[in-house]
Nanobody, 123 residues
């Protein structure tokens, strides 16, 4: 069973930084991908960033490129999202996600979700 525990959210002023963490405390897969989505009030959940464990390749939403960095531990259990130059429009609940295998050229499709962590950026 997979259990994703995400943390690290909080309140920060515009221009500031936060680092989110997500740990899978359950079973692992041979070549998984982990990533982050976010959902702002009244909006749909959207992809933010993802990383493929085998190749280490990463993908980002255009809105966060150059500001956010996703990284992983080699244990296939922990992923981080370093968020810099935060903007008020980054305010959302951020969800960790795991896909058992993320094929190149396809959208990240989560098989499992974390419980979410709130990020609030004040102007």
């Amino acid at each position: 069973q997979v259990q994703l525990v995400d943390s690290g959210g909080g309140l920060v002023q515009a221009g500031g930084s936060l680092r989110l963490s997500c740990t899978n405390s359950g079973r692992t897969f041979n070549n998984p991908a982990m990533g982050w989505f976010r959902q702002a009030p009244g909006k749909e959940r959207e992809f933010v960033a993802g990383i493929r464990w085998g190749s280490g390749t990463t993908e980002y939403a255009d809105s966060v490129k150059g500001r956010f960095t996703i990284s992983r531990e080699n244990d296939k259990k922990t992923v981080f999202l370093q968020m810099n130059s935060l903007k008020p429009e980054d305010t959302a609940v951020y969800y960790c996600a795991l896909e058992k295998f993320w094929s190149s050229g396809t959208s990240f499709s989560a098989n499992y979700w974390g419980q979410g962590t709130q990020v609030t950026v004040s102007s």
